[in-house]
């Protein structure tokens, strides 16, 4: 049987540690890696993270399992996180997933139970693995323009252009904030004008929530999909916790779908519930109580607010810093998208041979379209990376 087996394509991303881990240069770096890290280059466990799972060990009484729905005080918390205060009461409910990965899953193949003709809509670029989570039965895969390469930012007149050409059977995945790959985003403007398309023509947006709070904060990176909850009849929301409470290794995330109205908002829950039983059964648990500690404690969640905050304005704080190098080195401004991009990434708009020419010239890697993680760069390193890049541009 396995003979019959193809050779999978290599992950673009993951394929990059392999030879960085041989790599005996000993000023490598690693910028293409998609988790955060300090400044020391670690991917550390956040304080209020240490003493929820303390906590955690001395009141957790069984293993057994917490059902198809999962902790329901955790996804209260994700709910309260994501939707504010003001969501739509008794229309949002939400499902405890393995992760924003396992969230897209369960929220997809809702869509195909629904509408198993659908067309999903990603933005050019996006992240990678959205293609394949969300390949799902007979729904097609359609591209909606997003990123201008000759500015480094969001193409917005072509992106609305295309979406005012959709209709109820269009199902279109929104990065919610920090977008993936690019770090380029939508201002509140242009998310209300998105949010008014929606309404005229009908296309269900389905959010992708994976970096909230590493924009502009945990209320600011919101505004997407509160305003979306505001405007439009249903919607799907896929949440991941990995970045911003920093447990990658515990899949933690929430599916929330939101109905017309209560029946139906209840009718779409029983259905996701259904679904993630034939997928997965059971989600884990420690990472989601986790976060439900530090939620329900107002002492530790503002303790994680604060850890948060210093992580965001850190990346934000290297933004600056590497434009004003660029600038210094270079004489010009071909760089300062940096600082208006927001997240962990920037899409550097380098072609494939000059990320090649990093990486074999200068040990310096990034992901081949030239994602670079913005967390992953140390202060003392940054001058030889703008010197690198201006190397591989320049010649």
Not at 338 to 353: K, N
């Amino acid at each position: 049987m396995f003979e019959m087996l193809p050779h999978p394509k290599p992950d673009a991303i993951l394929a990059q540690m392999a030879p960085f881990k041989v790599d005996p240069r000993p000023e490598k770096m690693n910028l293409g890696v998609g988790v955060y890290m300090n400044e020391k280059g670690e991917t550390i466990i956040l304080d209020s993270v240490k003493e929820a799972e303390a906590r955690l060990l001395a009141q957790e009484q069984t293993k057994s399992y917490v059902g198809m729905a999962g902790d329901l005080g955790y996804i209260e918390a994700m709910k309260q996180i994501v939707f504010g205060d003001d969501s739509p009461a008794g229309r949002i409910a939400g499902l405890q997933a393995p992760g924003g990965s396992g969230s897209l899953r369960v929220l997809i193949e809702l869509v195909a139970r629904v509408r198993p003709n659908a067309k999903v809509w990603l933005s050019n670029p996006t992240w990678p693995n959205h293609h394949a989570l969300l390949s799902v039965g007979q729904i097609e895969i359609a591209e909606y323009p997003y990123f201008d390469t000759a500015s480094c930012s969001v193409d917005f007149a072509a992106m609305a252009a295309k979406l005012r050409t959709l209709g109820p059977n269009d199902v279109v995945v929104l990065h919610g904030c920090c977008h993936n790959p690019t770090g380029a985003n939508l201002t509140p403007a242009q998310w209300d004008e998105v949010a008014e398309i929606a309404v005229e023509t009908g296309f269900v947006p389905f959010f992708d929530i994976a970096y909230q709070g590493f924009g502009d904060g945990l209320e600011e990176d919101a505004y997407s999909v509160r305003r979306f909850a505001a405007t439009v009849k249903e919607m799907l929301v896929a949440v991941s916790c990995s970045k911003n409470f920093g447990i990658y290794r515990e899949r933690v995330g929430c599916a929330f779908v939101m109905g017309a109205d209560e029946e139906m908002t209840k009718l779409a829950n029983e259905n996701i519930q259904k679904i993630a039983r034939g997928i997965y059964s059971m989600p884990p648990d420690h990472g989601a109580s986790v976060v439900r500690i530090i939620w329900e404690d107002s002492q530790l969640r503002q303790q994680w607010k604060a850890e948060l905050k210093v992580m965001c304005d850190r990346m934000t704080s290297l933004r600056q810093q590497l434009a004003e190098s660029f600038r210094a080195q270079s004489g010009g401004n071909r760089f300062d998208f940096i600082t208006v991009h927001r997240g962990m990434f920037s899409l550097l708009g380098l072609t494939p041979e000059q990320v090649e020419r990093l990486r074999d010239e200068h040990a310096i890697y990034l992901i081949a379209d030239s994602r670079m993680n913005i967390a992953g760069m140390q202060e003392q390193n940054i001058d030889r990376f703008v010197a690198a890049v201006l190397a591989v541009t320049q010649a």
